[in-house]
């Protein structure tokens, strides 16, 4: 079974900074692409970042130039620093990541959510 346990979430005030953590565990073989996904309330759930396992990224628009996402493949993590917050950035953020285990072939797999909260 594959878990994906993510970290950092908090309370920042606007400008301020925050890193998530996303560490995967279990029966795993592979870890392909792994990316971050966030949900105010109301709305759809959006990918914020995703990194391959060569190391490409991709961002929203709305992060670029605010948000590094990047990894660690020996330690089966990936981060996400945020900078420069806004009071939009406010979500439950996701950690997702397609991983390749022996019983189920390849999945998408997501973390339990971790609350960002930005006050102006």
């Known amino acids: 079974q594959v878990q994906l346990v993510e970290s950092g979430g908090g309370l920042v005030q606007a400008g301020g900074s925050l890193r998530l953590s996303c560490a995967a565990s279990?029966?795993?073989?592979?870890?392909?692409?792994m990316g971050w996904y966030r949900q105010a309330p109301g709305q759809q759930r959006e990918l914020v970042a995703a990194?391959?396992?060569?190391?490409?990224?991709n961002f929203a628009d709305s992060v670029k130039g605010r948000f590094t996402i990047s990894r660690d493949n020996a330690r089966k993590t990936v981060y996400l620093q945020m900078n420069s917050l806004k009071p939009e950035d406010t979500a439950v953020y996701y950690c997702?990541?397609?991983?390749?285990?022996?019983?189920?072939?390849?999945?998408?797999?997501w973390g339990q959510g971790t609350q960002v909260t930005v006050s102006s």
């Open positions: 997702n990541a397609r991983i390749y285990t022996l019983r189920y072939g390849v999945g998408d797999y």
């Open positions: 279990g029966s795993i073989v592979i870890i392909n692409d």
């Open positions: 990194i391959t396992s060569g190391g490409t990224s």
